[in-house]
């Protein structure tokens, strides 16, 4: 059984790790890419053309023509949850398996939106670049996050997880999801337009999708309070990006936070990231030990299923799984 682990070796030593490839290695043989610049189509076909499985992490894309054009591949095994870059129809018609992994970043991320909050309200993040300056730095009045009000937009795994830890602090909580259900009495579940207006801090934790493109837009900003915060931890598309920007620039909201965007990479994006009232990250709310362990691990977990023929967790089209023999196909 051979497998393809796509990660460049920066993305090997950040986001998989010396025990996820040595459970790999394990049970099969693995081939490594080593460029450090990330698979295309055709560098993707080329380099699986003799695989079993690919396990791709989420800068490798799995457009519709690799499939049909790998007709060894019985799996498409992706290390992170999001596979929008994946054409799972194409998969499937291939009769090609795609796995997603789960959100081991759960604590990871809260954490992040947490020390965002602290940040946001205390200025730190200028404060400490004044004093790197070399320039004395503004004393400002800030706000406690105990007593404030905390506006949660999506409540799965992480929006639950970050609404504990609120409550812990003392803070209000908001709940904004109309596919959830919230049975936690002290947590108030409210349409999204009323949150915007009541919220000290929005966090956009929501799924992204055609559904969610652009929620965070124009007449959702207008909606915020003067003294807010807005900080996305989901994907830069849930963010009309321009609106935002002007926004920040005309100190209709107090500022925003961020760790995704619309540059390459899911990254914030560089004109959004410059402003003075905004705080941004290079996408590493999941870039802790654990998080990243978790994920890399489960894709062994995943190809140790496949090889059996067994469904794994994570699967997405398991109904369409017709390349589960070890023979190729011909």
Same mark, same amino acid.
């Given at each position: 059984?051979?497998?393809?682990?796509?990660? !460049?070796?920066?993305?090997? &030593?950040? %986001? %998989?790790?010396?025990?996820?490839?040595?459970?790999?290695?394990?049970?099969?043989?693995?081939?490594?890419?080593?460029?450090?610049?990330?698979?295309?189509?055709?560098?993707?076909?080329?380099?699986?053309g003799?695989?079993?499985?690919?396990?791709?992490?989420?800068?490798?894309? +799995?457009?519709?023509?690799?499939?049909?054009?790998?007709?060894?591949?019985?799996?498409?095994?992706?290390?992170?949850?999001?596979?929008?870059?994946?054409?799972?129809?194409?998969?499937?018609? &291939?009769?090609?398996?795609?796995?997603?992994?789960?959100?081991g970043?759960?604590?990871?991320?809260?954490?992040?939106?947490?020390?965002?909050?602290?940040?946001?309200?205390?200025?730190?993040?200028?404060? !400490?670049?004044?004093?790197?300056?070399?320039?004395?730095?503004?004393?400002?009045?800030?706000?406690?996050?105990?007593?404030?009000?905390?506006?949660?937009?999506g %409540?799965?795994?992480?929006?639950?997880?970050?609404?504990?830890?609120?409550?812990?602090?003392? *803070?209000?909580?908001?709940v904004a999801?109309?596919?959830?259900?919230?049975?936690?009495? +002290?947590?108030?579940?409210?349409?999204?337009?009323?949150?915007?207006?009541?919220?000290?801090?929005?966090?956009?934790l929501?799924?992204?999708? &055609?559904?969610?493109?652009?929620?965070?837009?124009?007449?959702?900003?207008?909606?915020?309070?003067?003294?807010?915060?807005?900080?996305?931890?989901?994907?830069?598309?849930?963010?009309?990006?321009?609106?935002?920007?002007?926004?920040?620039?005309?100190?209709?909201?107090?500022?925003?936070? *961020?760790?995704?965007g619309?540059?390459?990479?899911?990254?914030?994006?560089?004109?959004?990231?410059?402003?003075?009232?905004?705080?941004?990250?290079?996408?590493?709310? +999941?870039? !802790? =030990? =654990?998080?990243?362990?978790?994920?890399?691990?489960? !894709?062994?977990?995943?190809?140790?299923?496949?090889?059996?023929?067994?469904?794994?967790? +994570?699967a997405?089209?398991?109904?369409?799984?017709?390349?589960?023999?070890?023979? =190729?196909?011909?």
């Amino acid at each position: 059984m051979k497998v393809l682990l796509t990660h !460049t070796p920066q993305s090997r &030593a950040q %986001y %998989y790790g010396a025990r996820a490839i040595s459970g790999l290695q394990a049970i099969a043989e693995v081939k490594l890419h080593e460029s450090s610049d990330a698979l295309d189509a055709a560098g993707l076909i080329e380099a699986a053309g003799d695989v079993d499985i690919i396990v791709a992490d989420r800068l490798t894309a +799995g457009p519709g023509e690799i499939f049909p054009a790998l007709p060894n591949l019985r799996a498409f095994v992706r290390c992170a949850v999001d596979i929008r870059n994946v054409d799972v129809d194409a998969a499937s018609a &291939a009769g090609i398996l795609v796995t997603r992994a789960g959100p081991g970043f759960v604590p990871s991320v809260a954490e992040l939106a947490l020390g965002f909050m602290v940040d946001l309200s205390r200025g730190v993040s200028r404060a !400490t670049a004044d004093y790197h300056a070399g320039r004395k730095p503004e004393i400002v009045m800030g706000r406690q996050l105990a007593g404030s009000r905390l506006g949660i937009i999506g %409540y799965g795994s992480i929006g639950r997880y970050l609404a504990d830890i609120a409550k812990v602090l003392g *803070m209000e909580v908001l709940v904004a999801d109309p596919f959830a259900t919230v049975s936690d009495a +002290g947590i108030r579940h409210v349409p999204l337009d009323d949150l915007l207006r009541r919220a000290d801090y929005v966090v956009c934790l929501a799924v992204a999708n &055609a559904q969610t493109e652009n929620l965070i837009g124009h007449a959702a900003l207008a909606r915020m309070q003067p003294h807010a915060f807005f900080i996305n931890l989901s994907r830069g598309n849930l963010v009309d990006e321009a609106a935002l920007a002007a926004a920040l620039r005309d100190n209709r909201i107090a500022g925003a936070a *961020m760790d995704v965007g619309r540059a390459p990479d899911q990254m914030p994006s560089p004109e959004l990231a410059k402003l003075p009232n905004v705080i941004a990250t290079p996408h590493i709310g +999941g870039l !802790t =030990p =654990p998080a990243i362990e978790s994920q890399a691990l489960e !894709t062994v977990r995943q190809v140790e299923a496949v090889i059996r023929c067994d469904v794994p967790p +994570g699967a997405v089209n398991a109904a369409h799984w017709r390349r589960r023999s070890l023979e =190729p196909s011909r």
